[in-house]
């Protein structure tokens, strides 16, 4: 190959003998394929070089995200407020944001860790000829490796964002939740957790039924008795939903759980006894597990104090409380 003194790129200057006589002979063999490849090569190295960098940026700027989320999440006053009626949702909130941000985390740790070996290759040079890398039909270059743990993550920003927005928008229903909720508990239809725990099972069931009424149920049975059959309280929705609910109410809220067995037994009445339509039991207690895993596999709504005091204290319906929908289905349909 004749070097041209006056090109725009010519071989630097080599003081040592050796070096000047082996790049002369490399210079001296080499063909247009030789050059073809070193410059692919050094292309190649240089995109994958960039990429792994974008990876390491995308990730650094997630990390940064979490660090940022975890400290809002701790926030006792988070955006000026102490959410006193809404700070449990409020977690619930960060809390899938910040498994978001892991779990995007994760899969940008893996495409980095596969890149990264990927550009390991790629960068080394190979012991063969250059050339044969870049032979008719080859497409085995690590870059392919890189560019596809690029792709894979591509899409995360725009994850990461509709998250943002989601989140925003969830702060924002959640601020509007806890006004109407402070405002409902100073007002004369709020009953403590604390006043219903001094009602006596009477009292407590008459609680119930003008719970239901003020959600604008027609109260069929304000309270049980002698003969009930375990239901309580009887209302139907405005689109004709027969609502049958059981109450347990206790003095001792803190240590009151109503068991797996209370629970099986309303099941045996509810719908074959009352035609229920909507089974429901309420305690100022709580539910043992097997209780909530037993209603939820036979589509019995729990209300423990938690609930409770979201129905009763904060003013919000049985329907955003147990997540009924306010018209049946097949009322939904028609309208």
């Known amino acids: ?50 990429a792994c960098t974008q990876l ?25 407020r102490t959410w006193d009626f809404t700070r449990a949702e409020l977690d619930l909130v960060f809390d899938e944001f910040i498994k ?35 032979a008719p039909g080859r497409v085995d270059s690590p870059l392919n490796t890189i560019a596809e743990q690029w792709d894979e993550i591509a899409p995360s920003t725009d994850r990461f964002e509709a998250m943002n927005q989601w989140a925003l928008a969830e702060a924002d ?8 909720r402070n405002l409902f508990a100073q007002s004369q239809e709020s009953y403590s957790l604390r006043r219903i725990q001094g009602f006596d099972g009477k009292d407590f069931e008459l609680l119930v039924a003008w719970l239901t009424q003020r959600d604008g149920m027609k109260v069929i049975r304000q309270h049980g008795g002698t003969g009930d059959r375990g239901a309580d309280v009887i209302s139907q929705t405005p689109d004709g939903r027969r609502v049958v609910v059981q109450c347990k109410q ?71 409380v147990v997540g009924l929908s306010q018209a049946s289905s097949s009322e939904a349909a028609a309208a």
């Open 100 to 134: 978001t941000v892991n779990d995007e985390l994760d899969l940008i740790g893996r495409c980095l860790e596969q890149a990264s070996l990927a550009f390991e290759e790629l960068s080394t040079l190979p012991e063969e000829d250059l050339s044969t890398r870049y």
């Open 250 to 320: 206790t003095s001792r809220a803190a240590k009151h759980m109503v068991t797996s067995t209370n629970v099986q037994t309303f099941n045996g009445t509810a719908r074959l006894e009352h035609k229920a339509d909507i089974a429901l039991m309420v305690t100022n207690g709580t539910f043992s597990e097997p209780a909530r895993d037993f209603a939820n596999d036979h589509a019995i709504h729990l209300i423990g104090a938690t609930e409770l005091e979201r129905w009763a204290t904060w003013g919000d319906s049985l329907y955003q």
């Open 173 to 180: 229903r959640l601020e509007a939740v806890d006004d109407r």
């Open 56 to 80: 390491r940026r995308q990730r650094d700027a997630l990390r940064r995200n979490l660090e940022k989320l975890e400290k809002l999440r701790s926030d006792s006053y988070f955006r000026g």
């Open 1 to 50: 190959m004749i070097i041209e003194r006056d090109a725009r790129v010519v071989p630097p200057r080599y003081p040592d003998r050796d070096v000047r006589r082996r790049m002369g002979d490399a210079l001296g063999k080499a063909d247009e394929a030789d050059l073809l490849a070193a410059y692919l090569w050094v292309q190649e190295v240089s995109i994958g070089r960039e």
